[in-house]
């Protein structure tokens, strides 16, 4: 039995934050989940997958976040209680969605957890979703701890059903992924059935009922500020003219501080959790007993802005900051020496800093930058792609996946990157406005993703381009979920179905496909030149399963290879690969035979034919 479906209400269990979040999930009966996979969101949806199989619980891996949000919110019209799981950035895909479905509303509890991430672990930028909440007019919780954001997981269901609306529960890496010991609480009922009443003039966004649902929008608005002035998640502690505002994981990091600069009984916190709308008399109310106060919270100056314009309501003129350059910063995450710095001088409190460790004496560790597996044929594709555009002026626009590493050298394929699926479309206006030769390269996920539309665009409007599709028949990079071009009968599931890239690509209407196996790298390399000859869109097809998926699924057969003493020390295979199974010692390649996949990559392009497999 799954750990997340232990039915012993009060025995404690050692969780990740995104553990505790599913069992929240669970705990508040949600019988209907969908997502796309992102860091840091990504196990919470794996948990629930896992339950899926073991449970009447629906889950499903959908297309992207706008497919899987439209999805849940047909589920919770339909009186079923949803969940719809994404990274901050998946907010973005999403919105259109959201913010006609706020208008409309649900009939069953709707939670939209998005994951942001500060300092960018693994993510193109550091939003702060808080801000959709705004723009969409639905509450946002926001908890402090992994205890906490399985608490406000179950809470959230019961709030949305509460206003009609879905809820954002937004939260950080930190709490994601940090790990704490959980109550469990009672097992929630799950209704899997439901049943959808047609009501077309309030469920039809046509200018005339959008009208309409506005006004009851704002009026939802209204309802859900009584309730943040009341919320158990906005929590006013100690006693002192000085106060701290703040959110999330930094109310911890403010504690501390409190205790370590001995302040703990001069300064007074309110750690806003119901944070979408803001409780403005409570926060008017906190401030009146204040002669200073600090807003503390990553991110955006979301909370600081809030704040000021209710101090100005009331007419207050205590001094109030958060962001600025002796404060707060809006880059990256916050850490505890930083936020004791900030207090201290904030309010002018006497604090020496600890002393750093003198590490003078420690040899600097050697950097270890990202790199593609052994054995990845993505670093086969992009071998081969360089020896195809040899001598050529080229544009390569990139995506997002594992496969973006390739910008780096030696590879140094990837020249240009917004988001997800914007390697197809802004190929279409490299080719129309420049005169060099534009091959872009996207992931099987991500083209299913947000990929496509972009390849439609442009058959229809004749640009000059090549893509190279990278197929490795799984979403490697957030942790091997599937995609639509899956085959899930290796999983072990039946139910599903495969979409061939390959016939969706030619039902587009391009007229030059090619299927590669990247680790045949001579016909690889001449595929792809037909492909760059070929005037118009052509597509290339990389078919070869992601290695560390292959092994997953037992289906690796390559043996290990090795250096022999016919080398001359060129140094093709770290130069033009860079392989991290290769290594130097004593000034000789050799390869790392307990990391070598056996690819073959490196022995197609030793000029000795050097390398060879092991025997035995």
């Given amino acids: 039995m799954h750990k997340l479906l232990t039915d012993h209400p009060g025995e404690k269990m050692l969780f990740l934050g995104n553990e505790a979040i599913a069992r929240g999930a669970i705990e508040a009966g949600v019988a209907f989940a969908s997502t796309y996979p992102g860091t840091p969101s990504s196990e919470i949806s794996l948990y629930l997958f896992q339950v899926s199989r073991e449970s009447d619980l629906y889950f499903e891996y959908s297309t992207n976040e706008k497919v899987a949000l439209e999805v849940a919110a047909a589920a919770a019209n339909s009186g079923i209680r949803s969940m719809c799981i994404m990274k901050h950035v998946g907010m973005n895909v999403a919105a259109d969605t959201l913010m006609t479905l706020a208008y409309v509303g649900i009939k069953a509890g709707l939670v939209i957890l998005t994951a942001d991430d500060p300092f960018m672990f693994s993510s193109q930028n550091e939003q702060d979703n808080r801000y959709y909440g705004k723009l969409s007019g639905l509450p946002v919780l926001e908890p402090s701890s992994v205890d906490e954001a399985k608490t406000m997981t179950a809470e959230a269901i019961e709030l949305s059903e509460q206003l009609g609306e879905p809820v954002i529960l937004r939260t950080t890496t930190r709490i994601n992924h940090s790990t704490s010991v959980v109550e469990l609480g009672e097992m929630g009922v799950r209704i899997t059935k439901g049943d959808f009443i047609k009501d077309p003039f309030n469920y039809v966004t046509v200018p005339a009922v959008s009208r309409k649902l506005h006004a009851r929008l704002l009026k939802n608005i209204g309802k859900a500020e009584a309730i943040s002035e009341q919320s158990p998640f906005n929590i006013i502690t100690g006693q002192g003219v000085l106060g701290i505002i703040c959110n999330g994981v930094s109310y911890n990091y403010v504690k501390d501080a409190a205790k370590d600069l001995d302040i703990s009984q001069k300064i007074k916190t309110l750690r806003i959790g119901f944070s979408h709308p803001m409780p403005g008399k409570l926060i008017k109310s906190f401030l009146k007993g204040c002669k200073k106060v600090l807003i503390a919270e990553e991110g955006e100056p979301y909370m600081e802005e809030s704040v000021k314009a209710f101090a100005q309501e009331e007419g207050l003129s205590v001094q109030i900051a958060g962001k600025g350059d002796s404060l707060f910063s809006r880059l990256f995450e916050f850490d505890p020496a930083m936020v004791r710095r900030v207090m201290a001088d904030f309010f002018d409190i006497q604090y020496t800093p600890v002393n750093k460790l003198d590490l003078s004496d420690i040899p600097e560790i050697p950097q270890r930058p990202p790199n593609l597996c052994a054995g990845c044929s993505h670093r086969a594709t992009f071998y ?233």
């Fill in 384 to 616: 081969a792609l360089k020896k195809a555009t040899d001598g050529m002026d080229t544009i390569h626009p990139t995506d997002i996946g594992c496969y973006t590493l390739g910008f780096l050298p030696p590879l140094s394929t990837g020249d240009f990157l917004i988001c997800m699926g914007s390697s197809t479309g802004t190929s279409g206006g490299f080719s129309k406005v420049t005169d060099k030769k534009v091959v872009s390269i996207i992931g099987d996920s991500t083209f299913f993703h947000s990929g496509i539309s972009g390849l439609i665009n442009g058959v229809f409007n004749n640009h000059d381009f090549t893509l190279i599709i990278l197929d490795n028949r799984t979403t490697a990079m957030t942790g091997h979920q599937p995609n639509p071009g899956v085959d899930m009968n290796e999983l072990g599931f039946d139910g599903y179905n495969k979409i061939s890239i390959e016939k969706l690509v030619k039902a587009l209407g391009v007229q030059h496909v090619s299927v590669i196996k990247p680790l045949n790298i001579k016909k690889s390399i001449s595929l792809i030149k037909d492909a760059l000859n070929f005037k118009g869109v052509s597509v290339v097809i990389a078919q070869e399963k992601c290695v560390l998926y292959a092994k997953s699924l037992k289906q690796l057969k390559g043996k290990a290879f090795r250096i022999t003493n016919k080398c001359k020390n060129h140094r093709d295979c770290i130069n033009e690969l860079a392989c991290p199974a290769f290594f130097i010692d004593n000034s000789q390649v050799k390869i790392n035979e307990s990391l070598c996949t056996g690819c073959s990559i490196c022995a197609q392009i030793c000029p000795e034919k050097a390398i060879v497999p092991v025997k035995g």
